[in-house]
């Protein structure tokens, strides 16, 4: 029986969080890679800011640097996050610019350390009760929302839906990468109310390139 060899590699091929790997020996080797594209602040080397788990020009441009070394378009698998971050803001702005607590990194002023990894289905079920309800990010391609906890301090939980993930799977398809995956598929709610099981399956089909 034939076997088929993948290797994880981070979002982009810089070094990210010191993993400098030979990505291209990497990629010769395996049948193909799959690309974490998230946790894509794990060094945040400008202001100290919440932002995007995975920001789409940034997205975008790992794959352009791996695509730059020579690796195959078609080794290369999208992994998207179904889950975002919420980060406790030490001050909010009207602008909705969220203050985190600086936590170095890897020699980072600031990292998503500030945060806490939040599933798409606990976040889906904060948007009723939320201050902000869905909010959009046009820069970053993202949504958002903000909330205040029992301690009467306000957070902001970045995270990704179908909206801004059927646009990355745009870029798969127009491509041609070799496919698409998430991380991970218990992110999602698959029992509950009609609402709850359509918005699992708007992220199933987000999935599949228009």
């Known amino acids: 029986m034939a076997a088929q060899v993948t290797f994880d590699v981070p979002w982009s091929p810089e070094c990210i969080d010191r993993r400098c790997y030979n990505y291209t020996g990497i990629a010769d080797s395996c049948d193909f890679v799959f690309v974490m594209s998230y946790d894509e602040q794990s060094q945040v080397w400008s202001r100290c ?6 920001p789409y020009n940034q997205t975008l441009a790992g794959y352009d640097n791996y695509t730059f070394m020579g ?3 078609k080794k290369l698998v999208m992994g998207v996050p179904w889950y975002g971050y919420d980060y406790p803001c030490q001050n909010l702005s009207k602008t909705h610019e969220c203050i985190i607590e600086k936590i170095a990194f890897r020699g980072a002023p600031c990292s998503d350390a500030a945060g806490r ?3 798409y289905k606990t976040i889906m079920s904060q948007v009723n009760s939320s201050l902000s309800g869905i909010l959009w990010d046009e820069e970053q391609k993202a949504p958002y929302l903000e909330y205040k906890d029992s301690g009467d301090v306000f957070h902001q939980v970045w995270f990704d839906d179908p909206r801004s993930i059927s646009q990355k799977a745009a870029y798969v398809k127009k491509h041609g990468l070799r496919g698409i995956g998430m991380w991970n598929a ?6 509950g109310s009609l609402e709850r099981k359509q918005q699992t399956e708007a ?5 599949m390139p228009k």
Request: with cysteine; glycine share 0%; proline share 4%.
């Open 49 to 54: 800011i919440a932002r995007a788990n995975a």
């Open 71 to 73: 690796i195959n378009q």
């Open 117 to 119: 990894q939040v599933p």
């Open 186 to 191: 218990n992110c999602l709610e698959y029992s």
């Open 203 to 207: 992220m199933w089909d987000a999935l």
